[in-house]
């Protein structure tokens, strides 16, 4: 399989709970994006890597969410002490690189729910 | 830094009838300009993009857009719809260097009605 892919692709946690969502790029992809879609609403762009580093981590809604990314590849994206509006269809995409390149592969994404 | 706007959230159209979805982009420099489709529990596919040359781009499914750099617009069109275009249409846009991230706009939900 060549495409991106997430995993968990359902989560089901207890407020207050910390969860850690995982994405695999495709090989080579340099850029990797993080983005949050609830219900009827937009994307929401959380966080983009370049590489291992984060140029613009301006999405992300408050200090209880954390991304890392790692060898240029795997991403994880963290989020403590679970509130019921974070339950959402979080996105990760990625392309070769930006400008031209920005051509985005989108997993399937993870589907937070937060009782 | 650049932005977009879709200025519909959602469209209406007959079936066999023509559909535009509108985007307008601001950007103090050059820009490449995408459509995303998203067809219902699914995840989101390139529909065509525009990176230089001819203004007019054709993507997959009979759709096309036009880029208008003078209106700052890139307004994504199809002649005659059907019901399985019913989907929600997402335009972005990239800065051309090679770091730039890409920026999309809020969607437009397609409704294709009988």
């Known amino acids: 399989g060549a495409g991106v892919s997430q995993s968990p692709s359902n989560k089901v946690t207890e407020k207050g709970k910390d969860v850690e969502l995982r994405c695999d790029p495709i090989?080579?992809?340099?850029?990797l994006y993080w983005y949050r879609q609830s219900l009827g609403q937009g994307l929401e762009f959380l966080i983009y890597?370049?590489?291992?580093?984060?140029?613009?981590k301006s999405g992300l809604p408050s200090d209880r969410f954390s991304a890392e990314r790692t060898g240029g590849s795997v991403s994880t994206l963290t989020i403590q002490r679970t509130q019921q509006e974070d339950s959402a269809v979080y996105l990760c995409?990625?392309?070769?690189?930006?400008?031209?390149?920005?051509?985005?592969?989108f997993g399937p994404g993870t589907r937070l729910t937060v009782l | 830094a650049q932005s977009v706007t879709q200025l519909d959230s959602q469209v209406p159209v007959f079936e066999e009838a023509p559909v535009e979805l509108r985007c307008n982009y601001s950007?103090?420099?050059?820009?490449?300009l995408f459509w995303y489709v998203q067809y219902p529990n699914q995840g989101l596919q390139l529909l065509l993009k525009?990176?230089?040359?001819?203004?007019l781009v054709k993507g997959i499914n009979g759709f096309e857009a036009e880029f208008n750099k003078s209106q700052t617009s890139f307004h994504l069109r199809k002649p005659s719809v059907h019901i399985s275009d019913t989907a929600e249409y997402f335009c972005?846009?990239?800065?051309?260097?090679?770091?730039?991230?890409?920026?999309f706009g809020k969607g437009t939900r397609l409704h294709i009605l009988p």
């Open positions: 995409a990625s392309s070769q690189r930006g400008g031209m390149y920005n051509e985005q592969f």
């Open positions: 950007s103090s420099v050059s820009v490449y």
């Open positions: 525009y990176l230089s040359g001819s203004t």
């Open positions: 972005a846009v990239s800065g051309m260097n090679r770091d730039d991230k890409i920026i």
């Open positions: 090989s080579g992809h340099t850029a």
């Open positions: 890597f370049q590489g291992n580093s984060a140029p613009d």
